[in-house]
């Protein structure tokens, strides 16, 4: 099971969704991407991009203002 | 730390909240919310200090009837439309400082503070050839009956449409 980290400080909505969209379509079944961002839009919207097509998703405020959104392929 | 102010809250909640502040703001002022007018003014109050003549432009006589008092009574810089802007920056950075969610935010690379300055631009020029931004020409222009909001909403479309593609194409 891989982990990857995917950069996303800086920017704002939708780039973090797009990128995590084409990053999660390299990883395996059960691989996780952990996309870190300090836009509380983005994790709302990662969120609500992978309830709607069934991956699990954790959304956790790592410091102020600053979010890490965990997803895994299902 | 106030929880209700952690989560984005749904558009809807935000549409009603912003609708009603409108009409108290109608109400109160005389006029509905606007953003640019005040960005306006203040560039054009720099050229003035600079030496050119801004307001002999063709342009103010046109928004005479808007800026007319305030550049009669030179307060370019501090007016009713400053005030209101002031009050959005103070309100987002209150919202945010509750929420314990503020920081200082920096651009990631040359690439997006070069499209950031080109947008600023483009979204400026646009707010005068359209007399005002989503605020005041499409916000405040579809319930004051305005046909040009209607005309605003559909080329804010298109330019959104176009907007993703130059953002897909270059910025992800």
Not at chain 1, 5 to 34: F, M, Q, R
Not at chain 2, 6 to 24: A, F, R, S
């Amino acid at each position: 099971m891989e982990v990857r980290d995917l950069d996303c400080l800086y920017e704002p909505c939708p780039i973090p969704l797009i990128k995590a969209i084409k990053e999660l379509k390299t990883l395996n079944s059960g691989d996780i991407l952990v996309v870190h961002s300090d836009q509380s839009c983005v994790g709302a919207v990662i969120v609500e991009w992978a309830e709607q097509n069934n991956y699990p998703v954790k959304l956790v405020e790592t410091n102020v203002g600053e979010w890490e959104v965990y997803i895994q392929k299902p | 730390m106030m929880q209700w102010l952690k989560k984005p809250w749904p558009y809807w909640i935000g549409g009603v909240l912003l609708g009603l502040l409108n009409v108290v703001l109608l109400a109160l002022t005389g006029s509905a919310w606007q953003v640019t007018g005040g960005f306006l003014l203040w560039g054009a109050g720099v050229l003035e200090l600079l030496g050119f003549r801004p307001f002999e432009w063709e342009f103010f006589k046109i928004y005479d009837y808007k800026f007319g008092e305030i550049i009669l009574h030179h307060n370019i810089f501090i007016n009713k439309y400053t005030i209101l802007n002031i009050g959005v920056v103070a309100g987002s950075l209150a919202a945010t400082l509750l929420a314990s969610q503020f920081r200082l935010k920096k651009a990631k690379n040359i690439r997006q503070a070069m499209f950031a300055l080109l947008g600023g631009i483009m979204m400026g020029y646009g707010a005068r050839l359209t007399g005002g931004c989503n605020i005041g020409s499409f916000f405040s222009g579809i319930p004051s009956f305005s046909l040009h909001a209607w005309v605003f909403w559909i080329f804010v479309i298109l330019g959104a449409w176009a907007g993703v593609n130059v953002l897909k194409r270059f910025l992800v």
